[in-house]
């Protein structure tokens, strides 16, 4: 399966600044995924990027304030605008590279805090 | 709709013991149910997954019992050892193995004691 490099892996930002979270797939991968995660909860999806076209978010997020960028088959880049401390979270991205059992990877995760 | 409902939210159990955690869903499209382990600071990892044509699938300790008519799935962990330690998180997808995203349960923290 393929190695996905996310970074940073934490940070701490102050309110109203933002953060580009980057994602980095060691092979071309068709759909990736941006995922929120508090503490001990679950994932919760933001949207789903496909190069070559827009993103498409889920009910409750915004490009606005999640702008995402897929330039090619191996990136993407998840921005974090206009932070406030609601926005402290784990961000993880995640690929499918294929159809079949073992297509999902995730990466580790970027763990914001915002003050 | 769309949600997996897991529980418990959190287990303990001794090792040697099994460990069980379930999930229930209610969207009927959903057609293939992986579950995932996290350990902190990583993310989730691809443990076992099973389509609804099969009401069971076992690979070493870890077993996955999927009840269709009652929109039900668990995963067993035999034996359970103090590395297993980890949150654990059902999800369900449609359109089988093919493009699309995963939804989520609520995950169980899962604490094995030596």
């Known amino acids: 399966s393929a190695v996905i490099s996310q970074k940073p892996s934490r940070d701490i930002c102050q309110r109203g600044t933002s953060l580009t979270i980057q994602c980095q797939v060691d092979?071309?991968?068709?759909?990736m995924f941006w995922y929120r995660q508090q503490p001990g909860q679950s994932l919760t999806l933001i949207a789903t990027?496909?190069?070559?076209?827009?993103?498409?978010?889920e009910s409750g997020f915004v490009i606005d304030k999640f702008p995402i960028s897929r330039p090619n088959l191996t990136f993407s880049t998840l921005t974090v605008s206009n932070m406030s401390p609601e926005d402290s979270s784990i961000y993880l991205c995640?690929?499918?590279?294929?159809?079949?059992?073992?297509?999902?990877?995730f990466g580790s995760g970027t763990r914001l805090t915002v003050v | 709709q769309q949600q997996v409902k897991q529980s418990p939210q959190s287990l303990i159990v001794q090792k040697g013991g099994i460990s069980i955690i379930n999930c229930a869903y209610e969207n009927t499209a959903f057609d293939y149910f992986p579950w995932y382990q996290q350990f902190p600071g990583k993310g989730p990892a691809l443990l076992i997954a099973i389509r609804p044509d099969v009401s069971e699938k076992k690979e070493g300790r870890f077993t996955i019992s999927f009840n269709k008519s009652a929109k039900q799935f668990s995963l067993h962990i035999m034996d359970s050892q103090p590395g297993d330690s980890a949150t654990y998180f059902c999800?369900?997808?449609?359109?089988?193995?093919?493009?699309?995203?995963?939804?989520f349960g609520q995950g169980t923290i899962l604490t094995v004691h030596p």
């Open positions: 990027a496909n190069q070559g076209s827009e993103a498409t978010y």
């Open positions: 092979s071309q991968v068709t759909m």
């Open positions: 999800a369900a997808k449609t359109g089988g193995t093919s493009y699309g995203k995963l939804t």
């Open positions: 995640s690929d499918q590279e294929g159809t079949g059992d073992y297509g999902y990877t």
